[in-house]
């Protein structure tokens, strides 16, 4: 059995934002050498997500609008947790979009559909955080 | 190590309907020949989903009625990335109800809890679409 | 490849609970013997989550508030799940808040960033429930 890891490093400027990382995840996967397996990515975070969707600037304004929707960040005062901090709406979306994704390799690559793509999902941005890639297989 | 792939097909008749996979994926992890591993199923469709609860026509309902309230369908033009489509609301259900299940693979089973059952969900419908399957393990 | 199982039992006093379960899955890493590899934590009920957030109650209460505004518990009589049973909210409430997370392994140790960790989350308790935890790799 193989194994790899390697850890994507993001310092987004905006509070929320959304990076397309399939192609880094794709160069990890060649990388591995592994051709049959499975391929993790997740936030290591709790206040940032890894999903997939679609790469489309239309619906990710309508992530935006949506996830303000179920868990706005203001009144700030609306959350316990923000005593010392502002961000318990950044854990709450995050809840949403979720931590991680487990993909298939199949033949050396990433085996998805053909509108999938991996996205760092950034809840609380404006300062250096990170995503782990593991791979395992043979 | 082993590895196994299989595509299940769908072309529901409805924009939104469930359909449980259990025994595909069961019949899957058989023809793998694993007795040890984990198995990922996913929706190869953004719109799409795959999950585990329970086959209570009730409980189905009440899915239908929750994921209309957290993400309408209707109207359409509430959403940017309808400009040319209409499904937005389907990105936005699919994301809530996840991507994709990872089980366990023990004695040559899926380890799955007594009322634990595999849905794909589909909330774009009346067109050929597809999850994978893929078995990794010894 | 190695692999290991191991079920975590709860019977919590109340019907929504927060359970860390951080030292639990640490442990069954170490006695799996495994170096690289990837850790599955799985709810095997469907009213129940595993997920990843922070040990802080402040966002433990705001969680309660915030599941029981997207999927309130009462009326009952609002879900068609709840002829014999009265447990359809907690159903939805585990949708949102997932049914398990993938982790990676290495160095013979659970791979998580410095805040990540790892809750068992019951939504309908009062009664023995149970986690999974299964262990590939090497």
């Excluded at 880094?24 to 397996?37: K, L």
């Excluded at 316990?80 to 318990?88: T, V």
């Excluded at 950044?90 to 979720?98: E, F, V, Y």
Aim: charged share 30%.
């Amino acid at each position: 059995m193989k194994s790899y890891r390697k850890e994507l490093w993001f310092e987004l400027p905006r509070r929320r934002q959304l990076v397309n990382v399939t192609r880094e995840v794709e160069a990890a996967v060649q990388a591995s050498g592994v051709r049959e397996g499975l391929c993790l990515v997740n936030a290591m975070h709790i206040t940032a997500s890894v999903f997939i969707n679609d790469d489309e600037s239309g619906l990710h304004h309508d992530f935006e609008v949506w996830l303000e929707k179920l868990a706005p960040e203001k009144p700030h005062s609306q959350y316990r947790h923000n005593g010392a901090e502002d961000n318990a709406d950044a854990h709450l979306k995050r809840t949403i979009m979720g931590r991680e994704v487990v993909m298939a390799i199949t033949e050396g690559a990433l085996d998805l559909g053909p509108w999938e793509q991996i996205f760092y999902g950034e809840f609380d941005g404006r300062r250096r955080k990170r995503a782990l890639v593991k791979i395992i297989g043979e």
